[in-house]
């Protein structure tokens, strides 16, 4: 039982490289969110897709772009890297609608990265 | 907006006392879930336990049991017995932030002392 898989686990990059983080899950939900995760400040929603076909910003999106490839997949990619943008970076997924509220949310192993 | 507070930045405890950790929380909404997650340092986070806001019986879950306050707004987490296995950083969380997503409190960084 795979649930949320993100690739990779830890990057270096130089400033002003671009780079694609991958998300996939297997559990079917039509939700899926890209976090990222600074000391002090929490998780923090940088995009969102309610649905395939479908993506919005969340609370920090500047400097990325989203992707979302098919139900299972949704890829978060930095452009023009950034020292600002190291972080620990999180893939979700939920289930939403009608009769599935809960509003829990599964989440992917984590991806550091580091731009120097 | 929903707001999450967590006014502990870091606990420390030893092991097998029991330990609260606090969190606030503004919304608009009437019917919702509160949840807390840990992430130990493997870095996954891990939902603990969630609470459901119309019910009005406190969650438990093992040794983690919530004291949830609806008119306070106020949602705490406590851990009895604790263990070292415990040492985490503990995220409160409800829903917003898009899609039904979950906006997350700052954290706090629980540590177990032998």
């Known amino acids: 039982n795979a649930g949320v898989t993100q690739t990779p686990k830890f990057q270096v990059l130089k400033t002003g490289q671009s780079m694609t983080l991958q998300c996939a899950q297997d559990m079917n939900h039509n939700s899926m969110y890209w976090y990222r995760q600074d000391p002090g400040m929490g998780l923090r929603l940088i995009y969102y897709?309610?649905?395939?076909?479908?993506?919005d910003k969340g609370e920090v999106p500047n400097g990325y772009n989203v992707s979302r490839l098919n139900k299972r997949e949704f890829s978060l990619r930095l452009e023009s890297a950034a020292p600002s943008q190291t972080s620990v970076y999180f893939c979700?997924?939920?289930?939403?609608?009608?009769?599935?509220?809960?509003?829990?949310?599964?989440f992917g192993e984590g991806s550091r990265l580091t731009v120097l | 907006a929903q707001t999450v507070t967590q006014s502990q930045p870091e606990m420390s405890v030893q092991e097998a006392e029991t330990v609260t950790l606090s969190c606030t929380y503004d919304t608009s909404e009437n019917n919702y879930y509160l949840f807390w997650y840990k992430q130990p340092p493997s870095r996954q986070m891990i939902l603990v336990i969630r609470q459901e806001a119309y019910k009005q019986q406190n969650a438990t879950e093992n040794r983690f049991s919530v004291n949830f306050q609806k008119a306070a707004k106020s949602f705490s987490l406590k851990i009895s017995d604790s263990q070292l296995g415990d040492t985490a950083m503990y995220f409160c969380a409800l829903p917003g932030g898009g899609a039904d997503g979950l906006t997350f409190g700052k954290g706090t960084h629980l540590i177990i002392q032998p």
């Open positions: 979700a997924s939920s289930l939403r609608g009608i009769g599935t509220s809960t509003r829990e949310l599964f």
């Open positions: 897709s309610a649905s395939e076909g479908t993506t």
